[in-house]
């Protein structure tokens, strides 16, 4: 008897603390938590125009989000934009932070946007991320997104032999 009431008691504690420590994280904190990771996909809209002056679809998107800590609103990252026909493709690094249910990316270029309306969601064995980019300044949508996590490991992307190039030369 003293031995079921031990092992009974030892399943409430664990039961507890875990119900504890995730009712701890707040919801900004549990969107930083679910972002981390690769993620591949599609943008569609003005973004590349915006970004590099281009027109049309024929691009392939990946966002790197690193979460800082496990309990922490942001952190890095970094964003790859692929020309499906020619392979050429240029990286931006960031900051981002979640805020109010918004995510806002700074590049280390100055241009800055926020995710809006997203929604993070499973389809069978594979987590998606779809949304809408608006300009961080004026609040103009600019693009929406539709994203399939590909990592859930905090390690850099395998560039698929691409060659980087320049935004000039991107075009």
């Known amino acids: ?21 995730t009712s701890c994280m707040t919801e900004d904190e549990q969107l930083a938590w679910d972002l981390d990771g690769i993620w591949s996909g599609t943008v569609i809209g003005d973004y590349y125009y915006d970004r590099y002056g281009l027109v049309g ?19 890095t990252g970094y964003q790859i934009d692929r020309n499906r026909e020619t392979r050429y493709y240029t990286r931006y690094y960031f900051d981002w932070v979640v805020r109010n ?10 241009y800055e946007i926020v995710i809006r309306d997203y929604e993070i969601y499973d389809v069978g064995r594979t987590t998606r991320f ?12 600019i693009a929406t997104f539709d994203l399939v996590k590909i ?13 980087e190039v320049s935004k000039e030369e991107f075009k």
């Open 101 to 110: 249910g918004r995510i806002h990316i700074y590049y280390d270029d100055g």
């Open 151 to 163: 990592s859930y490991m905090r390690s850099v992307a395998d560039d698929g032999g691409a060659k």
């Open 1 to 21: 008897m003293k031995k079921f009431f031990t092992y009974t008691m030892m399943a409430l504690t664990a039961v507890l603390t875990m119900t504890t420590v």
């Open 130 to 141: 779809r949304g809408y980019f608006d300009d961080a300044y004026d609040g103009t949508p």
């Open 57 to 75: 679809d024929i691009y392939d998107t990946e966002i790197c989000f690193y979460q800082e800590g496990d309990f922490s609103r942001g952190g």
